[in-house]
């Protein structure tokens, strides 16, 4: 067993597989795993230069083999997979090199595509390999430990005696794509009994590798790394990485010093850069140091702000929140002059939306900021996972805490409506449920003391509203501790309210003030989860003049929060273009 072999070894692995096979072929935009089948001498040969090079751990070519990434049927999917670790068995016959069957991440399709699905399709890959003959499942360059507790313990359950090993991918930042510390990965796979050896590989070089590895503590743990060759540049369209061999192997040395048990290459690394590595450790370099202890960071101490919003919310007290548009120009006077009445009126919260329906407006952060600088009230961006990846997402929360900001409302955001689909693209590399998590964590390693308090948004409108009561619940799970529900209208809405009380979560019932007939069918029949019954719009007519119909958008919206405010933690209000007036006398009229 592979265990038994690290008691006394120091164990070698391959290196990279997919930008090897391209650096061969000249092949860089064929998915390898396809070469299973349609051409597997390629394979077999870049086996066998690994373990000429001196490797005594092999990894089969499926890393990418899943059927969201290579779009074949199952049946194909499961010939992939099996011929994968057939060419790598026959491989590793005559050297008794161990062979372990890759598991990549699979990344959804859709942004909310069914985790059980997901969980299903890496069961179905871990089955294909087991009935090939793996002994040993490695799932590679994972971002976060998602699913490895519950597929590891599948396959331990099947046959308890199958080593289940688990790499990450950690940027040089040490943080992974979902923006989760290499300290926060080690603590939660430490305690995942089915997966026997983990580690690190891909994302980033030897240096920063060594780096984040030397602060862990990991002692008795059987670690491996398996770092790039280094960061790689992107020339005629393709990734290079450079040919480094010497270096790479004595920073690999250095990591080897540590005391990691297995060491080798991911992208960027060939069979002579195990052979480099391989002649290190037969000379016996360097001996084994212990790792330096993690160093303290004396931060500079600041004062915690004071959130008046959540601190009346955890007391139970009734807030009001505001909804301010950001404009689609720099033209800010509006915006800054309802935030001055909105301060002078005392509400509680100014909420600032980020570009809804994926119509361009002034970064709500950016605003969101301004207002709280130069008002001082409270401020909360909604921050959507539509344009920007996780390094935009985490810069952006950085940036809104050191101006101040405290809260943020996480929403997965509208996608890029159809006809500018050809030239601009979603990002979604979170969703909310993700982008949740994401500010839990940063509360706990980055932010501290000074946290930021995280919303989320509730659609009761939907036909299903148990279904979207379940989302709430997972979206709380995951950090949130209050919700914005969408504009309430029907008395049946309001009723279901009542059922919420037990949640352990805060409630802020949404009211969007009608200003016209034409406003009224506009809602009705353009924004999405929004429906304003006949009653209601059969107050307004083509005729009124504008203040007769604010007038009778106002007494609507007092009698819909006299309604909502029983079984509410507060009342948040949209504004409608920026009628900052509305609200304010809408919220004098409740009493």
């Known amino acids: 067993m592979i265990l038994d072999y690290l008691k006394k070894n120091i164990l070698l692995t391959d290196g990279a597989m997919g930008t090897y096979y391209a650096e061969l072929t000249g092949d860089y935009h064929t998915t390898c795993e396809l070469a299973n089948l349609q051409n597997p001498d390629i394979i077999r040969e870049i086996h066998r230069q690994y373990l000429d090079a001196g490797a005594m751990l092999i990894r089969t070519n499926t890393f990418a083999a899943n059927r969201s990434k290579l779009d074949v049927s199952l049946e194909t999917l499961k010939d992939i997979i099996q011929k994968g670790y057939a060419i790598a068995e026959e491989a590793a016959k005559e050297s008794n090199a161990f062979v372990a069957g890759s598991i990549g991440p699979i ?41 490895l507790k519950s597929v590891s313990r599948y396959i331990k359950e099947k046959d308890d005696s199958i080593t289940v090993m688990a790499h990450f991918a950690v940027m040089p930042d040490g943080y992974t794509r979902e923006g989760i510390s290499i300290n926060h990965i080690l603590d939660n796979v430490q305690e995942i009994e089915s997966i026997d050896i983990h580690g690190f590989n891909c994302g980033s070089g030897p240096t920063h590798l060594h780096r984040m590895i030397r602060k862990l503590d990991f002692s008795g743990d059987p670690i491996s790394v398996l770092p790039n060759a280094g960061y790689p540049e992107i020339i005629n369209e393709r990734t290079v990485y450079v040919n480094n061999p010497d270096y790479f192997a004595d920073k690999m040395m250095d990591i080897k010093n540590l005391g990691v048990k297995i060491i080798g290459g991911c992208c960027g690394t060939t069979p002579e850069h195990i052979r480099v590595l391989a002649q290190k450790l037969a000379e016996g370099n360097g001996k084994e140091t212990r790792q330096e202890p993690a160093r303290t960071v004396h931060k500079e101490k600041h004062t915690k702000l004071q959130n008046t919003f959540q601190e009346k919310l955890s007391k139970g007290e009734f807030v009001f929140a505001v909804e301010l548009d950001p404009p689609f120009d720099t033209d800010i006077a509006k915006i800054m002059e309802g935030a001055r009445l909105c301060s002078k009126e005392n509400i509680d919260l100014i909420t600032i939306a980020d570009s809804p329906m994926s119509k361009v407006r002034v970064d709500s952060i950016a605003i969101a900021c301004k207002i709280k600088r130069e008002v001082g009230i409270d401020t909360m961006p909604h921050v959507c996972c539509r344009d920007k990846n996780v390094i935009a997402l985490r810069s952006g929360l950085l940036a809104a805490h050191v101006e101040g900001i405290r809260n943020i409302l996480a929403v997965t955001g509208d996608p890029v409506s159809a006809d500018t689909l050809a030239s601009v693209k979603g990002v979604f590399n979170l969703n909310s449920y993700k982008f949740m998590s994401l500010i839990s964590q940063m509360n706990i390693e980055v932010f501290g003391e000074d946290p930021l308090s995280i919303g989320g948004a509730l659609n009761l409108n939907l036909a299903n509203k148990d279904k979207e009561v379940s989302r709430m619940m997972k979206k709380a799970e ?6 914005l529900t969408q504009p309430i209208y029907e008395d049946e809405t309001i009723d279901y309210l009542k059922t919420l009380k037990d949640r352990n979560v805060k409630i802020l019932g949404g009211i969007l003030p009608i200003v016209s007939y034409r406003n009224a069918r506009f809602l009705n029949n353009e924004l999405p989860g929004v429906h304003v019954p006949a009653e209601y719009v059969n107050r307004f007519n083509p005729d009124m003049t504008r203040q007769e119909a604010e007038e009778t958008g106002i007494q609507m919206a007092v009698e819909l929060a006299k309604k909502l405010k029983p079984h509410v933690d507060g009342i948040y209000f949209m504004t409608p273009f920026n009628r900052v007036s509305m609200i304010v006398e809408i919220i004098k009229r409740m009493g």
């Open 107 to 147: 990344v959804a399709v859709d942004i909310d595509q069914n985790e059980n699905d997901i969980l299903e399709e890496y069961k179905i890959i871990a089955d294909a390999l087991l009935s090939a003959g793996a002994r040993i499942i490695l799932f590679e360059t994972f971002s976060s430990i998602n699913y």
């Open 478 to 483: 995951n950090g949130a501790t209050f919700f």
